[in-house]
């Protein structure tokens, strides 16, 4: 498995992948594998460059994240999210068949095992901002990069709001 770090405005990450899938994408405190990065880590890392640099909206590179089927189906929905847009617990519930399963879908975030191309921090809770694995500073951050938020405010627009087809 190739490992490549990755330093990002909102911190360390750590990238995982085989020989044609990047496999992981987790933020961390420091590096805690020796990196040994292969053709796929270099384009995922060429790519968060350009996402953060704002020349970039939509991830380009494939990916296998491992989950549950319950999981999969709710990160496959969450990647229909575009760039700039959120949607509620209860959206992207309703987006895969089950709309009273807004706690699960929250914990299927809270695993999500490829941050950023996996976009949780899109998902907001439906009176305000909702939670973030990675934590509340590093989801503002990208909501902020996004344009969603303002430097001053929590508070997002309808504007911003996605709905599913």
Not at 136 to 159: C, F, T, W
């Amino acid at each position: 498995m190739a490992v490549a770090y990755f330093r990002s405005p909102i911190g360390l990450l750590q990238l995982t992948a085989d020989q044609r899938k990047l496999r992981g994408l987790r933020l961390i405190d420091k590096e805690d594998k020796p990196a040994a990065p292969n053709g796929i880590t270099e384009s995922v890392c060429a790519q968060l460059e350009a996402y953060f640099a704002g020349t970039l909206q939509a991830f380009s590179f494939a990916m296998l994240p491992h989950g549950t089927a319950f999981q999969v189906r709710v990160w496959a929905a969450l990647s229909r999210v575009p760039y700039g847009k959120v949607v509620t617990y209860g959206q992207l519930a309703s987006a895969i068949g089950q709309p009273t399963a807004c706690r699960a879908v929250a914990n299927a975030l809270g695993a999500n095992p490829i941050l950023l191309a996996l976009p949780c921090h899109r998902v907001v809770a439906a009176t305000g901002l909702g939670g973030f694995s990675s934590g509340m500073p590093a989801k503002r951050q990208l909501l902020r990069h996004e344009g969603i938020l303002s430097a001053d405010s929590d508070h997002i627009l309808k504007k911003f709001f996605f709905t599913f087809p």
